[in-house]
Structures are given as C-alpha cells and as structure tokens.
C-alpha cells in the first residue's frame, strides 16, 4: 500500500500488539483502523481482494502477522459493511486484538462475537497454514460459517466447515480452507485418526484403516495439516468444563466381553438391595461409594450368575459399588435421556445432548445396565486425547466467551492464556432484583410461578432459567396449570432450540429453559418491549459453576436494553449439600425459617458452597492434566505415540 493508506499506518507505528498493549494501546490501533476507512470505502470488490492478496504474500515471505493488523483489521470491517450490512463496533476490534495477542475475551451476550470472530482468523489465515474456530455443535458451526462466509469470500478466502457425519474425502477438503469452523470434539478425532492412519503407514499395516472408513493407506489420507491457529467459541465451555472428558477412539472388544456384560447386568439388578448406611458409605464430596462388611457379605450372600464365577469377590465388590452409586446419583432426564435405545449424556452445564460422549470408569455402561439398554462394552482404546492437550498444540490460541473472568486463574495455569475484558458497546442497564428465599423447593416453586404471572400480565418477554429437564418440566406442568401459556427449552427440545430463543424476546412470550449456556443464538426485544421495561430472567436454582449463572443474566440487558433478573433459592437445594457437606446442610434446614428473613445472609452461602465446588472441580482437572501428562511421558521415552496406545 502507498500514498494517504501508508501515512495512516506511520503515523500509527510500528508497534506489535504482542508486546503485551493495554487499554489505551488497543485504543490507539482501534483509531489507525478506522483512519483506514475512508480509503478502503473507494476501492471496488476487485481492489479489496487484491490489497488482502498483498498482506498474504507478505506473510508467507515471513513479516510478522502484528505487522499485518490494521490493514487486515481494515479490510474485514469494510469486507462486513459491504455483505452483511454490519460494521464491527469499535469494542469488537478490541476484542479482535486482543484475540491476536493469545487471549481469552470476554464479551457480554449480544456483544457480537461471531462477527468479532472474522478478524483473528481472517489474520491467521495470511500465514497460509489454516485457521480454525471450535465451537460447541455442529448446528453453530454450520451456522456461523455460513453466516460469515461473504465477509471472508470477498477477499478470496476460502472456507470449509466440519460436520459429525462428513467423511475423509469432505474433512480434508475442509481443512485445506483458509478458514475451518467445526467443534472442539471433531477437531480432536480427526487429530487422532490422523495419527492412527500415520502409525498404520509407517508399519505398513492397514488393520485400523478400516475401522476408519476403509480407505487405502496413502500419504493424502490424513485430513489435518497442522495446529497453527485456533479460536475457541465458548471457550469457558469447551476448555474447563469438557476437559475433563477424554476424547476416545476404540480399540476391538476384548474375549471377555460376555462377563463384562454379565456383571453390568447383574450388579444394575442387585443394587436396590443395598441401603445406606448399613451396606455401604458415601463420600459426599468424592462422589464415591464404599461397601461396608455388612455389604461385602450381603455381596457374598446373593446367588449369582454362573458366567460371573471366575470374577473375583474384589473386582465384584468394584462393579456393586458402581451400580450403587449410578442408582444413586444418576436420573434420567436430569444427567441423561434414553433416545433410540441409548444412553444420551445431558450435558450439565449447556443443557444440551452431549452427542457421542460417554462416562469414563464404566459409569456409562453402568447407566445403560440400570436402563435395561444393551450394555456397549469398554473396547479398550487405541488413542485419545484430552481437550486440553489437544489445544495446548497449537502455536497460537486464542478464545472468547460471556463469562471468562470467573474461571481467570485457571485459564492462566492451564493454558496460559490471559483474561480480557472487553467493555460493552452501549452502558449496561440490566437491574439485579434482590433474592427471593424459601425453606423448601415447594414454596420456591410456587414463588416463581407467582412472579411468572405478575410480570407475565406486564407484557414483558420472560426467561426462566432451570438447572436441569425433569425441573423445567415440572414447571411447565405448574404454568399449565395456571393458564400460562409458555415455550420449554431443553434438551429433548434441540430441533427447535434457535427459533425458541430468537422469539423468547417478543411481547407476553415465557420461555424454560434449562443451562442458557453456549446457546450462540441472540435473543432480540420484540417492539415495544423495551418501553415495557425489557425481559425479565428468573433464576430458579444456582448452578455448580458460576459462569452458568451469569450466562443466564446475560440473557436480559444485551445491547444496552433495559431488563431485570430475580435469584430464587431454596434452603433444601442439593447444592448447599454437595458443597457444603451433610452436617452443615442439616444445620441450615433447622434454621431454616430465620435465614428465610435474611435473603443476603443465604446467598453468600450458596456462593461459598459454589466455590467449593468449582475448586474441587478445577483440581479434578488439574489431576487429569498432570496424568495425562505422565502417561505420554511414559510412552515417549519407550519410544511410542504418546496419543496412541502400544500396537497388539
């Protein structure tokens, strides 16, 4: 670029937003960029693209890519006015630098993120070696590509997106793209049959090839081309809450798959007679079942299937404890749902199915044994991969989420990524009523439906936000029951998730859902709503993860809308009992009726019962990490692929 573009870009300076830039820095390149405006507004379709066609080759010949942010910064925006009609806010070019500079950027719901999103990856991809954005379903990805797609094509991007039923063929012309949405899940499978098919070539075998589609062993069959840059949607989500699920890729059954089975079956149909405390123990905070002697010989007393008889009374006593604890700890349609035969994991902290993920430690077949479904056995693995490992493989790394600052610290120890908060477009307006708080769950729910019904007779839209399906059901039975006519969102509801939430802000509309978070569909005031005071959000429960509850509040208020949100608790809530533990549980429900007149008092104790929680939480991961980590030391140094297991 020469002549008034070039001047723009001095008088700016070269300065690197990798050099660690504040506030008042980005400021200053948010200035330079917009400078840029003028001159980009002249130049027809044809001079966009070949003014990107220049910062490429620039790249590839090796200038660093913060050399390259304001121009390409530029040509996005202006590439955005021109096909989506949608100019970036000055807020989201700060949130685009600071995704450059390997940062986790917080925006607020309706803030913009998938179109802040098109700025680092339109950067990334100069460098001509991919740059791929990871969400939480294929719906988003799908979605969010095809919604963005003219800002990129203008420029003579490519790009490609990956989606759970595609084929080799499909992925790997995807991953060639300049660009490449798909999820976290997708993106670590295709890594790992990657390595499968690379080990299976330099061995010169082709036995795992066909569980991989059959295809011959050429050097074009892996579909990756390297982790250079990734930008994680929901990154609170898919980097702290999935880390803890490995991502697995089986091995063939073993011979003993018929005792396997036999056991599951067998402990699923004795585990009812087994009662606490007198046959077993339960850690409240380990989540964990442990037989008594009387249980032991309870297990001895019971008449068992002659398949088991070569199983050791320990190895039975393990299976006992597991389908005691499953029994216990595990509901349908609040942990899992049963659809077409299987076992389906709710996922805790969206809402959503959980497609293809199973429980580790055998819980999963557990579950499928307690449901009288067909037991899938444990085949073994021949690799996996965490979800924190995989990102960590990537040069650059980057993500964005509505809720990032809580989970800060653990952000920075694992991944090592800082935390930026990226101030909204317009002032805040959201009014935060104060709690509501009832002796038991009865009270609290007939409480909510009062209020649905009082704001309800305003106009006002209103999002009812619960922590699992069987909840959000039972309210919806309570508003039936009332004559309230209202929309549930859950997880048996997926089909029609995006037209729920996009109308859940139209005059007079109730909405249920259960976990608002990752939803990645705005929710837009209806005419008129906002003279009306705008939407209102009830909170019926506290979940284990702050974050959760923020994003539901993050629902009311997008843009600078009015709206305002209740907390509603009870004092029999399950999770002042896992986080706070039995005794104090019992003691806050004999003082219940007092710390019913003192709402502030109850909810700094449901914040510490959350704290707990989330802190035995984070180090359950940190011991994952650190196993994993072990484990691929291990292998490394006896010569092996650290994600593989040893070849039979």
Known sequence: MSGPWRQVLDSVGAISPLSGLR???????????????????????????KALLALRFRAKTGEPLARLLLETFALVRESARRTLGMRHFDVQMIGGI????????????????????????????????????????????????EWMRPVYEILGLSVGVIESQMGQAERRTAYACDITYGTAKEFGFDFLRDRLIQRSENQGRGGLL?????????????????????????????LIDDAGTPLVIGALPSSAEQIVVAAFRYCAAVAANFTEPEHFDYDQEKRSVELTAAGRGLVRSLPHPDVLRDLSLVTLYEYIERAIGVRRDFQPDRHYVVRDGEVVIVDEFTGRLAEGRKW???????????????????????????????????????????????????????????????????????????????????????????????????????????????????LSRLLVEQGIEHQVLNANQLAREAAIVADAGQRGRVTVSTNMAGRGTDIRLGDEVAELGGMHVIATEMHESARIDRQLV??????????????????????????????????????????????????????????????RQFRQRRGLLHAERQRRKVQAEMGQDPYLDAPG
């Open 98 to 145: 600071a995704l450059h500079e390997r940062s986790i950027v917080e925006m607020q719901t309706g803030e913009g993120k998938t179109l802040t999103a098109t700025l680092p990856l339109t950067l990334a991809a100069l460098a001509g070696k991919g740059a791929h954005l990871a969400t939480v379903n294929d719906y988003l990805a799908r979605r969010d590509a």
């Open 554 to 615: 993050g629902r009311c208020g997008r843009q600078g809308d009015p709206g305002t949100c209740r907390q509603f608790l009870a004092l029999d809530d399950e999770l002042l009992l896992a986080g706070l533990g039995p005794s104090c549980f019992e003691r806050l429900r004999a003082q219940a009726q007092r710390l019913c007149r003192t709402p502030g008092e109850v909810l700094r104790l449901f914040r510490r019962a959350q704290r707990r929680i989330e802190q």
């Open 210 to 238: 066909s569980l991989l589609g059959g295809e011959p062993s050429t050097g074009t069959a892996c579909v990756q081309r390297g982790a250079f840059f990734a930008l994680v949607d929901e990154a609170d989500n898919v």
């Open 23 to 49: 506030a008042r820095r980005r400021r200053q390149w948010v200035a330079g960029i917009t400078a840029l405006e003028p001159q980009l507004q002249a130049l027809g379709s044809v001079e966009l693209r």
């Open 360 to 474: 580790r430690g055998g819980i999963h077949q557990a579950v499928e044994a307690q449901e009288n479904l067909e037991v899938t056995v444990d085949a073994g693995q021949a690799a996996q991969i965490t979800v924190q490992d995989y990102f960590l493989r990537y040069r650059h790394l980057a993500g964005m989420t509505g809720t990032a600052s809580t989970s800060a610290a653990e952000l920075k120890k694992i991944y090592r990524l800082a935390v930026v908060v990226v101030p909204t477009n317009r002032p805040l307006r959201r009014e935060t009523l104060p709690p509501a708080v009832f002796a038991d769950s009865d009270q609290k729910w007939s409480a909510v439906v009062d209020e649905v019904r009082t704001v309800h007779a305003t106009g006002r839209p209103i999002l009812v936000g619960t922590r699992s399906i069987d909840k959000s059901e039972h």
